[in-house]
């Protein structure tokens, strides 16, 4: 059965890093797309960076200059850092597997909380 986990999330103050992961259990996760999505309360889920198959990623407004997704295949495992938080990252972060650069596939992760507060 596959699952996704995350970890990682916690709070932090406005400024600071964090550094998300997500595991895959019996899917080997860099072979297909993985995206990080998140959901603030009372806000639709948004894709906020994609890393697919090869390597290629891909950030969405929200996280551009800012975050950073990368993949450990040795670990399989994808890292989402995120450098000079705001109070509007606060969200839960949720990790997708087998989706695309526009949607995501089946896999979902339980999700990880962010909270961004000084």
């Known amino acids: 059965q596959v699952q996704i986990v995350e970890s990682g999330g916690g709070s932090v103050q406005p400024g600071g890093s964090l550094r998300l992961s997500c595991t895959g259990s019996?899917?080997?996760?860099?072979?297909?797309?993985v995206g990080w999505y998140r959901q603030a309360p009372g806000k639709q889920r948004e894709l906020v960076a994609a890393i697919r198959a090869g390597g290629e990623t891909k950030y969405y407004d929200s996280a551009k200059g800012r975050f950073t997704v990368s993949e450990d295949h040795v670990k399989n495992t994808v890292y989402l850092q995120m450098d000079n938080l705001k109070s509007e990252d606060t969200a839960v972060y949720y990790c997708?597997?087998?989706?695309?650069?526009?949607?995501?596939?089946?896999?979902w992760g339980q999700g990880t909380q962010v909270t961004v507060s000084s």
């Open positions: 997708n597997v087998g989706g695309s650069f526009y949607g995501p596939g089946v896999y």
């Open positions: 019996q899917v080997i996760i860099s072979l297909y797309t």
